[in-house]
C-alpha cells in the first residue's frame, strides 16, 4: 500500500501491514550538524534526510498570518503591538492573499507526490491563542484577556476568516490528509488559561474553522506542548480530533488518554529524552508504547525534534526498533 494510505488507515483506526515511521517536525539543525560530524553525508536538506533514514515523507506548508512587509519582533516572546490603533496600522500586512496563493501554488507542485500516494500532506493554521501571542508578546497576552479583550476577539474574528477564505482556496486543489491547528497553550503542568476564558476567547473560532475543514473530509489536530491531557475535553467538544507531540517528560500518557478517549487520534509520544541512552531504553519505551498502538488512531513518533545528544549510531537503532514494533503492533493483531 502507499504511504498515503498507510498514514490514513492508521490515524482512523484501521492499521494494515504496519504502521506509518515519520519524523513530523523538520529536523533540528543542531541534530544534523551532530550526525555530520558522526558521519551523515554533509548537506543534506530536511527531506533529504528523511530519504537518508527511509522514513515515510510528509510535506508540511504553514500558513503564515503576518505576511510580506510586516514588523518583526525586537526580540523572542517581545510583541510587535500594543493595543488596537497598532494592530490598525499593521493590519494591512496581515491575512494577505498572497499568502493563500502561495498555499496553493505549493499544494498544486506537491500534487503528483500526494497524488501517487508517496507522501502525506497537511497544512497548519496559526491557532487562536498563538497568533494573538505573536502579535501582543507573550506577558501582555495573557494580559490581553482581561486588559483588551475586544482586540483579542477582533484578532481571532480576523484570523478565522483568513483561515476559512484559505481552506476553500485549498480543498479546490485538494483536502490535505489533516491539520494541525498550533497553539502550544499547555505546559508542563497544565493549560496556560481558564477552561472560562478558553470557551470565550478561544472555542467560537475553533467552531467556525474546524467544521469548514471537516466538510471536506479532513481531519484536524491541535499542536500544543506540555501536559495537554486536561484540555482534551476542550478540544473535543469543539469538535478538534487529535493532538500531537505528547510530550513524555511534561508527564503525557498515551495510555491514560486512550481509555478515556477511546477514538482520540494521536501522533508522536515516543520519549526523545531517552534516546541516547542506547538501545535498551528505547526499547523499554516501544514497549510502554505498544499497547496503544494496537488499539490504533495512534502513530507513534519522536515527541518533537530529535535532539542533538543522539548520536548517529543511536538513531540508526532508533530507526531499526521503530520498523521493528511499527510491524509488531500490526501482525499481533492482524
Given at each position: ?41 554533509v ?54 492573499d498572497?499568502s493563500?496563493h ?28 498563538w ?21 483579542l ?40 488559561l ?38 482534551i ?102
Open positions: 500500500m502507499t504511504n498515503r494510505e498507510r498514514f490514513q488507515a492508521a490515524l482512523s483506526g484501521r492499521p494494515k501491514d504496519r504502521l506509518p515511521m515519520i519524523e513530523w517536525a523538520d529536523w533540528w539543525d543542531k541534530t544534523v550538524a551532530r550526525w555530520e560530524d558522526d558521519g551523515l553525508p548537506g543534506l536538506k530536511n527531506p533529504d534526510v528523511t530519504a537518508y533514514w527511509e522514513l515515510d515523507p510528509m510535506l508540511q506548508f504553514w500558513l503564515r498570518s503576518a505576511g510580506e512587509g510586516c514588523p518583526r519582533p525586537a526580540g523572542h516572546g517581545l510583541g510587535i503591538i500594543q493595543d488596537e490603533a497598532d494592530y490598525n496600522a499593521i493590519r494591512p500586512y496581515l491575512y494577505q498572497r493563500i502561495q498555499l496553493v501554488e505549493w499544494m498544486q507542485q506537491v500534487r503528483p507526490r500526494r497524488d501517487s500516494g508517496e507522501a502525506v500532506v497537511w497544512l497548519t493554521f496559526e491557532g487562536f491563542f497568533f494573538p501571542r505573536t502579535l501582543l508578546g507573550i506577558e501582555p497576552h495573557l494580559y490581553s484577556f482581561y486588559d483588551c479583550p475586544d482586540l476577539h477582533r484578532i481571532n474574528q480576523d484570523q478565522s476568516d483568513f483561515c476559512l477564505k484559505a481552506i476553500d482556496a485549498a480543498c479546490t486543489i485538494f483536502p490535505p490528509d489533516f491539520v494541525t491547528i498550533a497553539e502550544d497553550m499547555s505546559y508542563n503542568h497544565g493549560p496556560m481558564s477552561k472560562s476564558l478558553f470557551d470565550e476567547f478561544i472555542a467560537p473560532y475553533y467552531q467556525k474553522v474546524v467544521p469548514a475543514l471537516q466538510s471536506y473530509g479532513v481531519s484536524v489536530l491541535i499542536d500544543t506542548d506540555g501536559d495537554v491531557e486536561p484540555m475535553s476542550w478540544f473535543s467538544e469543539c469538535g478538534i480530533e487529535g493532538v500531537l507531540p505528547l510530550e513524555r517528560q511534561a508527564g503525557v500518557d498515551v495510555s491514560r488518554i486512550r481509555q478515556q478517549y477511546p477514538k482520540w487520534k494521536m501522533l508522536g509520544g515516543f520519549d526523545k529524552t531517552i534516546m541516547h541512552l542506547g538501545e535498551a531504553a528505547m526499547r523499554q519505551e516501544f514497549e510502554r508504547l505498544l499497547p496503544v498502538m494496537r488499539m490504533g488512531s495512534f502513530i507513534p513518533a519522536v515527541d518533537h525534534q530529535t535532539p542533538p545528544d543522539v548520536s548517529l549510531e543511536n538513531y540508526r537503532i532508533f530507526r531499526c526498533l521503530y520498523e521493528e514494533y511499527a510491524r509488531k503492533a500490526v501482525q499481533e493483531t492482524i
